[in-house]
């Protein structure tokens, strides 16, 4: 059973930073899409980032120049570099592991983060 646990969540003030990890067991972790999805209350799940299994990155129009996703293939970790946080970045953080190709779509259990003053 692939395990998919984050982890560096927690209490901001706005204008401040925070990095998620994000550890895998999936075999296909190196060769699939790796993504952070965000929900914050009363809102719908949203992509927040993507690396793609040839390097590229994407990221939603609200994170852009303040988040970065980076990964490790050789330690199978994904994380979520978040400078300047705004109340509005308030939200579960999802960690997601995507191959669809071969069926494969892999979740965390998410982890809060909350910008407040």
């Known amino acids: 059973q692939v395990q998919m646990v984050e982890s560096g969540g927690g209490l901001v003030q706005p204008g401040e930073s925070l990095t998620l990890s994000c550890a895998s067991s999936?075999?296909?972790?190196?060769?699939?899409?790796r993504n952070w999805y965000r929900q914050g209350p009363g809102k719908k799940r949203e992509l927040v980032a993507s690396?793609?299994?040839?390097?590229?990155?994407e990221y939603a129009d609200s994170v852009k120049g303040r988040f970065t996703i980076s990964v490790d293939n050789a330690k199978k970790m994904v994380y979520l570099q978040m400078n300047n946080l705004k109340r509005e970045d308030t939200a579960v953080y999802y960690c997601n592991v995507r191959l669809l190709s071969a069926g494969y779509d892999y979740w965390g259990q998410g982890t809060q983060v909350t910008v407040s003053s």
């Open positions: 690396f793609t299994s040839r390097g590229s990155t």
């Open positions: 999936a075999r296909i972790f190196s060769i699939s899409t």
